[in-house]
Nanobody, 124 residues
Framework: QVQLVESGGGLVQAGGSLRLSCATS????????MAWFRQAPGEEREFVAA????????YYADSVKGRFIISRDNAKYTASLQMNSLKPDDTAVYYC?????????????????WGQGTQVTVSS
């Protein structure tokens, strides 16, 4: 069983930055794509960013492109999401996810493991 544990969420003012981290179990981490999703109150879970197995290919939702950066360290079994220029609309629970394959996944149906989520709140 693969476990994903997010950390780094919190409260930040608009325009600020946060860095989310996702620690994983399992020595197969480097074989799979990773992604971040988020869910705001009353909304459906939405895709934020994804990265392929090697880190060479990334993909972002239009709403975060140019502000967020996804990365991974296969030697440390971790994935990260650097969030800059945060806006109140970015307020949500952020989930780390492992893809079912090595290439970038952008939909929930391409995920086979989820973290428990970490709250990000951006005040205006």
């Amino acid at each position: 069983q693969v476990q994903l544990v997010e950390s780094g969420g919190g409260l930040v003012q608009a325009g600020g930055s946060l860095r989310l981290s996702c620690a994983t179990s399992g020595r197969t981490f480097g074989s799979y794509a990773m992604a971040w999703f988020r869910q705001a109150p009353g909304e459906e879970r939405e895709f934020v960013a994804a990265i392929n197995w090697s880190g060479a290919d990334t993909y972002y939702a239009d709403s975060v492109k140019g502000r967020f950066i996804i990365s991974r360290d296969n030697a440390k079994y971790t994935a990260s999401l650097q969030m800059n220029s945060l806006k109140p609309d970015d307020t949500a629970v952020y989930y780390c996810a492992r893809g079912q394959r090595s290439t970038v996944v952008v939909g929930s149906d391409g995920v086979d493991y989820w973290g428990q989520g970490t709250q990000v709140t951006v005040s205006s």
